[in-house]
């Protein structure tokens, strides 16, 4: 008789992911980055599609700003809208474009977690931070970075790298401690970096770093679900409790 084991199942999304990104590469080997890397995307869009709760988009894409017609983010990896909130002004070949009302969250997508993939993503979230500012409680936005690989040997090492990019592009967007963004970073291959508001000291921030084995994957889409929830007006998720009773090992 087969017995259950969650563990295993949440363990098998991150084998899921590494498995299904590198098909292109084993096809082209290093001729075509940039196909590689959409593909790399493709496969994270699946993967949250398959758990989204319904009105919400997953899609690559740009926010622009409702007052300022020149404000205008970078390009996002991964774009979720809340479409119950408001439509996406554009939404066609798998590119949007939305305003910040309606945007619940942005993720970069990248193949390697090293110090430039680091800079180039916090750097590409904060430019979401900065368009939504003006009109949006940011504590209504969750922002974070997925590695499909490692070049650390010590997460707390790559945590060094992420605090000291945090401190340069997102340190004046935690101001308060209820109006405050959620960063969060993982790489499949174990690790997770929270950037979370200091409800003690009622502004700034703290960053903590975990060594997730195999379940860096689902407790990333966990903690998306979660805040998706909130913003939904609910306070918690299933599969976020089924996440965290499977156990998050020691932090760093």
Same mark, same amino acid.
């Given at each position: 008789m087969t017995v259950a084991n969650r563990f295993l199942y949440f363990s098998?999304?991150?084998?899921?992911?590494?498995?299904?990104?590198?098909?292109?590469?084993?096809?082209?080997?290093?001729?075509?980055?940039?196909?590689?890397?959409?593909?790399?995307?493709?496969?994270?869009?699946?993967?949250?599609?398959?758990?989204?709760?319904?009105?919400?988009?997953?899609?690559?894409?740009?926010?622009?700003?409702?007052?300022?017609?020149?404000?205008?983010?970078?390009? *996002?990896?991964?774009?979720?809208?809340?479409?119950?909130?408001?439509?996406?002004?554009?939404? *066609?070949?798998?590119?949007?474009?939305?305003?910040?009302?309606?945007?619940?969250?942005?993720?970069?997508?990248?193949?390697?977690?090293? *110090?430039?993939?680091?800079?180039?993503?916090?750097?590409?979230?904060?430019?979401?931070?900065?368009?939504? *500012?003006?009109t949006v409680d940011l504590s209504r936005l969750w922002c974070g970075a997925f590695f499909y690989a490692m070049d650390f040997a010590h997460p707390e090492t790559a945590g060094a790298h992420f605090a000291t990019q945090v401190r340069t592009h997102c340190e004046q967007y935690f101001t308060t401690s209820t109006q405050s963004p959620r960063l969060f970073f993982a790489a499949a291959t174990g690790a997770v970096f929270i950037v979370e508001p200091d409800h003690d000291k009622g502004n700034g921030y703290r960053l903590r770093c975990y060594d997730c084995g195999t379940l860096a994957t689902t407790f990333l889409l966990a903690d998306l679900m979660e805040h998706l929830a909130m913003r939904r007006g609910l306070t918690d998720t299933t599969l976020a409790l089924a996440a965290d009773l499977v156990g998050m090992s020691t932090e760093q």
């Open positions: 098998s999304l991150s084998e899921e992911l590494l498995s299904r990104s590198n098909r292109v590469r084993n096809l082209i080997g290093d001729a075509h980055w940039l196909s590689d890397g959409h593909h790399k995307e493709y496969v994270l869009v699946d993967v949250f599609t398959r758990h989204l709760p319904s009105g919400f988009l997953a899609s690559r894409g740009f926010v622009v700003s409702p007052t300022q017609q020149a404000e205008c983010t970078t390009e *996002q990896d991964i774009l979720v809208i809340d479409s119950a909130v408001e439509a996406p002004l554009f939404h *066609q070949s798998a590119m949007l474009i939305a305003f910040p009302d309606s945007v619940a969250a942005s993720l970069s997508v990248k193949s390697t977690l090293g *110090q430039g993939e680091i800079a180039d993503a916090v750097s590409g979230l904060a430019t979401v931070l900065r368009v939504a *500012q003006p």
